[in-house]
């Protein structure tokens, strides 16, 4: 059997272990107090990163939640708007049906006036003739009235305390506008005048009296 090493080696050995830096030369109790407060200190910064990766977890989940709401909110818009989408698909082919039918009509109805033209007779081309510029020019003139009263209208709210010098731009603008209208006055005139002799034409010759012009 292998004889025991000499008491000297295992003193030798002994005394070539080192102790760490941190507790050479002190005591039990202060190695076990540093211990302690290093721990509570550690202790504490866990529980700390704890509590912020707690509300960042409650971050999180409301952000979730929010994402799923607001999803949800995106998904009735686009099938609303999908809805939406068909409805005017079939308002638009309904239009397109009627455009198509009017032109239609209103093939028929040219084709039908080319037909009976050489029939009429000289006075009913004349009367004719002059309704259609009574209407065009009752359209016109409809337009032409309804755009000046609304600019009058601006102009004289803006000027109602007191009329500015005619020198002034917006004196310029009442003085100009003031003309235009007296110049649709007269044209009104001479549009009642036109509707008169237009009326009188057709009871003369026997039809019966057309709608005023432009009223």
Known sequence: PPFPAPATSQQQAAAQVQMPSEIKGRSVDEIITEWDRELEVRSRMFVKHAQSLAEWDKYILKNRHS????????SRVVKGQEHLEKKLDILET???EIHNALLSMEGEAD????????????DTLQRDALYERAETLSSALCKIGDDLKGAIADVNDCAANSLPPEGTPMGSIIRILNNQLAALSQVDSRCAELSHELDHFNVNNGYGSTPGIGR
């Open 94 to 96: 309904h239009q397109n």
């Open 111 to 122: 084709q039908l006036y080319r037909e009976e033209r050489p029939l009429y007779d000289e």
């Open 67 to 74: 994402l799923l709401s607001l999803e949800g909110e995106l």
